[in-house]
């Protein structure tokens, strides 16, 4: 089986009827699930472009990065583009987002308010 066949077969037809930014985790990746950051924008570190694999990343999203250290960061898709073969690899810009998310104890994504503090506490 041809990996495109298997992605489709495995991802199916995504369909997010929501408009509002989705946070996709990207702190432990493997095969069909990564992403890379490959060429730096700017001077400070703060855009980026890069590729990887994942259903359903749109403009506007957040993706999480880990660290060899254990440390994440938050960057914002600012523009993406999808290939057509495989069809859930992708290319696309990011720029530096910090503060919006934090992971928790048990390692779940918690988003933070204005203070810094958890939207759910």
């Known amino acids: 089986m041809r990996y495109s066949e298997w992605a489709r077969r495995y ?4 369909e997010r009827t929501s408009t509002e930014p989705k946070v996709h985790d990207y702190r ?3 095969w069909a699930w990564s992403c890379v950051f490959r060429e730096k924008r700017d001077d400070k570190g703060h855009l980026w472009s890069g590729y990887g694999f994942g259903p359903d ?7 999480i990065l880990g ?3 254990g440390d994440h960061a938050t960057y914002r898709v600012t523009k993406i583009r999808y290939e057509r073969d495989p069809r859930d690899m992708y290319h696309a810009d990011f720029e530096y987002a ?3 998310y934090d992971i928790s104890e ?9 203070e810094g503090k958890s939207v759910e506490s």
Do not use: C, F
């Open 11 to 14: 991802y199916g037809k995504v």
């Open 28 to 30: 432990n990746q493997g």
């Open 57 to 63: 990343i749109r403009k506007d999203d957040y993706v």
């Open 67 to 69: 660290h060899e250290n």
């Open 98 to 100: 910090p503060g919006l």
């Open 106 to 114: 048990d390692g779940k994504i918690v988003a933070l308010n204005t």
